[in-house]
């Protein structure tokens, strides 16, 4: 009897790349006066990582792909576009960790080639979405990026600021993204609470599809309140400060 293939199985995704980012939220505007922070005038500037994006998200109109945990992104960058594939990790934190598929395409169609082997192969094959895959919302960012080393650890930083429309509406916001290109996860942190001395900056858990889709649902940011906390008696005290504080 043949097994079923699940998005589950670590087996059919081996040697998965994996983003590790941290993402704060800060005004458009007040963007404008970080790239005199003394933290980013002794960075190295990464030019051919920022400049002028245009990125197009695809889904279903049932929004397929978002209720699996996966993304779709088309960006062009230059001249040249890049389809990129994300999936959601599971792992619940002020850093994200997510799974990662890139691969420089041509054209503006998607190149269903650069499917196989990810996430969204997995799902194609368990579930008849192909041809119901659509342009769902566009991103438009002006990006700056530095790269700079920290106990051993190197981060790639970006300022974006970034214009989401989907379904005939536009918002504006500005981000900084910290992500981990090599060594460990926690260096981001200090990072970030150097840029809070110099910037009215907060931690954010909103990702641009996650932004582009309360959009398109036409959803308000609104209060929310944590989730309640199941510990084990015995758990650690410090681990039990981070379950809280997460939730």
């Given amino acids: 009897m043949g097994s079923k293939k699940s998005l589950e199985d670590d087996s059919l ?4 790349p994996r ?30 990582q920022g400049g002028s994006l245009y990125a197009v998200y695809f889904d279903t109109e049932a929004q397929d792909l978002r209720r699996a945990g996966l ?30 598929w890139e691969a420089a395409v041509e054209g503006e169609a998607l190149d269903w080639r650069a499917v196989q082997g ?9 579930k008849d979405v192909k041809d119901r895959i659509r342009p769902a919302f566009t991103v438009t960012t002006d990006r700056q990026a530095y ?28 981000e900084i993204e910290l992500e ?29 599809s996650g932004r582009g889709y309360a959009l398109l649902d036409g ?13 084990d008696p015995g758990c650690p005290s410090a681990q039990a400060f981070q379950a809280i504080a997460r939730s």
């Fill in 13 to 16: 995704l081996a040697d998965v």
């Fill in 118 to 126: 990810t996430a969204l192969g997995l799902l194609l094959e368990t």
């Fill in 19 to 48: 983003e590790i980012e941290l993402k704060l939220a800060i005004d458009p505007e007040a963007i404008e006066t970080l790239p005199r922070h003394p933290l980013l005038t002794r960075a190295r500037r990464a030019p051919e």
């Fill in 147 to 174: 790269l700079l080393d920290r106990n051993r650890t190197r981060i790639e930083l970006v300022l974006d600021r970034a214009e989401i429309a989907a379904g005939g509406r536009s918002q504006r916001f500005g």
């Fill in 180 to 208: 981990v290109k090599r060594g460990k996860a926690n260096a981001v942190f200090g990072v970030a609470l150097d840029l809070m001395e110099a910037a009215p900056v907060r931690l954010s858990r909103s990702t641009k």
């Fill in 71 to 100: 993304s779709l992104r088309r960006r062009r960058q230059g001249n040249g576009w890049v389809q990129t594939i994300k999936a959601d990790s599971g792992a619940r934190g002020a850093v994200m960790e997510r799974d990662e």
């Fill in 219 to 231: 959803l308000a940011p609104k209060p929310v309140k944590a989730d309640r906390v199941a510990l």
